[in-house]
Each structure stands twice: as C-alpha cells, then as structure tokens.
C-alpha cells in the first residue's frame, strides 16, 4: 500500500499517525495492498483555493476528497482491486479550530478527518440521512477500532 503524506501547512503534524490510521481505515475497508493515497496538509488559502474551484463554495474548508479510479471497499475474501484512490486534502487551520471547540486535540481532530475522506474515496456519502448513518458508522467504528489498536503499541 503507497500512502505519500506531504505536509505543505505551517503547522506541525503528527505524520506518522495519520500514516498508520491511513493503514488501518485501508484494511479495515479490504482496500487491495496495492492501492495509492496521498493526503496533503494545506494552509486556510490554498484549502480556499480548492473549495471554491472544486465546489463553488467560499472560504476554507475542513477536508476534501478527490477520487481518482473509483475505487469501492473490498471483502474479506474479495480486496477491491488496485488504482489510484485518490487525495485527502487537510486544512490543519480549520481543524484546529474545530477541535478546540470539540475539546480534543488537533490530531484527533485530523484523524477524524482523514478517516472520513478516505471514506469519501471510497464512494461514502452523507447527503441523505441512511448515508449519513452509514458513513458515520463506519467512520466511528474504524476510529474506535484504531484508538484501541494505538493503545497497544
């Protein structure tokens, strides 16, 4: 599995945690070993750049996803196929400002995140109520599921 991180924000992040959450969402998910990420960190200008570009919405935004083969969560006994999933792009500015309303830390907010896009990447939606629980289950359980991983390291 190829996940680039790249850090382009002015804030300091914990990379190597994303990675492994990145990792985990991807198996969780019967991603195929072979399948590409990048999750990119941007700062509120450039994250305003592509909210506006890409969904016609002004200011900066949380996270994007940008799907590129359309890849589809896999099985247990069937992994999706291999491809370009695709980029998560993070705005740790607007995150950090989400999380401290939240009352956690930057990075949990940013694994919240990244778990959610690379969800998106992988067809979730929650434009309708029955996706929205979907994908929040989901994306609960992975974060669940990766927190009790991390304790054991």
């Known amino acids: 599995m190829s996940i680039e991180i790249n850090n382009e924000s002015a804030i300091e992040v914990d990379e190597s945690a994303l990675q492994r959450l990145a990792v985990y969402t991807l198996d969780a ?11 990119l960190l941007v700062d509120e200008g450039a994250m305003e750049q592509l909210h506006v570009q890409w969904m016609d919405e002004p200011g900066p935004t949380d996270v994007l996803s ?21 980029d998560v792009v993070l705005c740790p500015q607007v995150a950090e400002s989400q999380a401290r309303q939240a009352g956690h830390p930057l990075l949990d907010e940013l694994q919240l995140l990244t778990a ?16 929205e629980k979907e994908m929040f289950s989901i994306q609960r359980d992975i974060l669940v599921g990766f927190a009790m991983q991390e304790r054991r390291r």
Do not use: C, K, N, Y
């Open 29 to 39: 998910m019967h991603v195929h070993q072979d399948a590409e990420l990048a999750i």
């Open 66 to 86: 940008f799907p590129m083969d359309e890849l589809r969560p896999g099985t247990e006994d069937q992994p999706s196929s291999p491809g370009l999933l695709g």
């Open 116 to 131: 959610h896009g690379i969800l998106h990447l992988l067809g979730f939606d929650h434009a309708e109520p029955d996706e």
